[in-house]
């Protein structure tokens, strides 16, 4: 029988020696290699339990979920994007913040969302704890999650759900901390690049150099076939990490269309719409079914909300939102 201090985490004693270890490992692990980071806490919780899926999931916008990190049926699965819905995984994590559990109503939340991984099998048993961060009042907000799944039904007991939980506040904690960091170095006078946001020239950039590195290793694996093994193994994790940091990348993408056209009453998202397809003020008043003052006193709001003078500047921004 495993003895707790009060206070101290329920884990078994095999637990959390692999706990301890990951805290340490993770610790020194390269600064924003987020994909380290990933496969290693996948790594420790196979040391707890069997593990057929896990995935990480980064959340952005008003409606969508980038999942950086997959592993599924012992292989790593590509990076996606998915837009979530009222009734899975993200929408109950939204509302409740606390851990999720195929048990609480069979997996009928899990199974209402995207499936990941093989979508030819149902996952039988799952687990999926939130990344929170602190909001302005001083709240919980869910700004990720980890999820872990199992093919297998009953795989997981409170254990691995507290192993889990530690685990996924670990990778929270790392997360907020990187960008933190960031936020600091963006109140520095202007001059490092790596202090504005994220545009296409930085990631064409980032992809340019990583892929340069890429065909580096696939021409010392053809000049040296006795060590071409090793040298595609390192290919394809570079592929792999590659794959995930163009996904994290996005995430750090200008939303300020996104989050204008959400700050807009339902009536005025339509106006802005008709007004992003080049509409005058008579033609948006017929398409509308509104009177041309009605009109002009949407598109007043808009401007104002907008912060634009131009109906053509809100029409552009507009654009980009519908876009994203």
């Not at 993770?26 to 995935?55: E, F, M, Q, S």
């Not at 999926?128 to 872990?148: E, H, K």
């Not at 990187?178 to 109140?187: K, N, S, T």
Request: aromatic content about 6%; hydrophobic content about 40%; overall charge negative.
């Amino acid at each position: 029988m495993t003895t707790t201090k009060p206070g101290s985490l329920r884990v078994d004693a095999q637990t959390a020696t692999v706990l301890r270890e990951a805290y340490h490992k993770i610790g020194v692990l390269a600064k924003g290699n987020h994909y380290a980071v990933y496969d290693y806490l996948r790594a420790a919780l196979t040391k707890i339990t069997p593990v057929d899926c896990l995935y990480v999931g980064i959340l952005q916008g008003a409606n969508r979920v980038r999942y950086p990190y997959g592993f599924d049926s012992g292989a790593y699965d590509d990076p996606a994007v998915h837009t979530y819905g009222p009734h899975g995984q993200t929408a109950w994590l939204l509302k409740h913040r606390v851990t999720y559990r195929y048990a609480y109503d069979n997996g009928a939340v899990l199974h209402a969302g995207v499936m990941c991984g093989d979508t030819s099998r149902r996952s039988a048993d799952a687990i999926t704890a939130p990344m929170l961060r602190p909001d302005r009042d001083g709240n919980s907000q869910v700004f990720g999650m980890v999820s872990v799944q199992s093919y297998a039904p009953d795989a997981f007991d409170d254990n691995t759900v507290r192993a889990l939980e530690w685990l996924t506040d670990l990778l929270a904690r790392l997360l907020r901390r990187d960008a933190d960091d960031r936020e600091a170095l963006r109140l520095l006078p202007a001059g490092d690049s790596t202090t504005h946001p994220v545009t296409a020239d930085h990631i064409v950039e980032h992809l340019g150099s990583r892929v340069a590195e890429v065909r580096a290793m696939a021409e010392q694996a053809r000049r040296d076939p006795a060590d071409s093994a090793h040298q595609l193994a390192l290919i394809v994790r570079a592929c792999e990490q590659l794959q995930s940091e163009l996904i994290e990348m996005t995430l750090d993408l200008d939303d300020g269309p996104e989050q204008r056209f959400l700050a807009l009453t339902p009536v005025e998202q339509e106006v802005a719409l008709h007004l992003a397809e080049g509409h005058d003020n008579d033609q948006l008043a017929a398409e509308l079914g509104r009177s041309p003052h009605t009109v002009r006193t949407h598109l007043r709001a808009i401007f104002r909300k907008y912060g634009m003078a131009t109906r053509h500047l809100v029409a552009e921004d507009v654009c980009k939102y519908v876009a994203r």
